[in-house]
T-cell receptor, first 112, second 111 residues
Framework: SQTIHQWPATLVQPVGSPLSLECTVE??????LYWYRQAAGRGLQLLFY??????ISSEVPQNLSASRPQDRQFILSSKKLLLSDSGFYLC???????????FGDGTRLSIL | EDQVTQSPEALRLQEGESSSLNCSYT??????LFWYRQDPGKGPEFLFT???AGEEKEKERLKATLTKKESFLHITAPKPEDSATYLC????????????FGQGTRLTINP
């Protein structure tokens, strides 16, 4: 069966510091991969998605970037974090575009 | 712009007290409507996909239905372990990579 792993589970970072969150999927090949952010009191917002290695699409202009160096690895990065980057970051995968997306357990990011 | 509105924001029920959660949507060409369950501090867990008006899906005490404007998640004789936030999301025919989520309904089942 397929599993998705995100780490770390919790992260506290100072303003201006860099960020790297990692997500890996096991048990499937060439999945679609997604990064979402869930802010308090707001719905999930799609940040990036990828349909293949090196292919990244951005949904929202922001201080973040994403990369997919391997088939089942998706990385969310920032060079300099802002206070507004705080939130709950979720990685998801799907077999294809029109199939359900399955989520990891997220990273709670707090910026001080 | 595609939009999803869920109601109520929060709902408290007694164990065994059945009810329904609502998900109203506007989307330019519905490709699919998804229901998820989210426990505190966890990622959403997939429950159902509905593709066309009139479709129904069931899983244990949950049943999801779909019309052209809204979806309902019916909870029959709920138990305390059904307490969670339930999220609804739509996928449009255009821009289908993006799920548009509602803000969720926080459901609490008291024993």
């Amino acid at each position: 069966s397929q599993t998705i792993h995100q780490w770390p589970a919790t992260l506290v970072q100072p303003v201006g510091s860099p960020l790297s969150l990692e997500c890996t999927v096991e048990g499937t090949s060439n999945p679609n991969l997604y990064w979402y952010r869930q802010a308090a009191g707001r719905g999930l917002q799609l940040l990036f998605y990828s349909v293949g290695i090196g292919q990244i699409s951005s949904e929202v202009p922001q201080n973040l970037s994403a990369s997919r160096p391997q088939d089942r690895q998706f990385i969310l990065s920032s060079k300099k974090l802002l206070l507004s980057d705080s939130g709950f970051y979720l990685c998801a995968w799907s077999i294809s575009t029109y199939q359900p997306q399955h989520f990891g357990d997220g990273t709670r990011l707090s910026i001080l | 712009e595609d939009q999803v509105t869920q109601s109520p924001e929060a709902l408290r029920l007694q164990e065994g007290e059945s009810s329904s959660l609502n998900c109203s949507y506007t989307v330019s060409g519905l490709r699919g409507l998804f229901w998820y369950r989210q426990d505190p501090g966890k990622g959403p867990e997939f429950l159902f996909t509905l593709y066309s008006a009139g479709e129904e899906k069931e899983k244990e005490r949950l049943k999801a239905t779909l019309t052209k404007k809204e979806s309902f998640l019916h909870i029959t004789a709920p138990k305390p372990e059904d307490s969670a936030t339930y999220l609804c999301a739509v996928q449009a025919s255009q821009g289908a990579q993006k799920l548009v989520f509602g803000q969720g309904t926080r459901l609490t089942i008291n024993p």
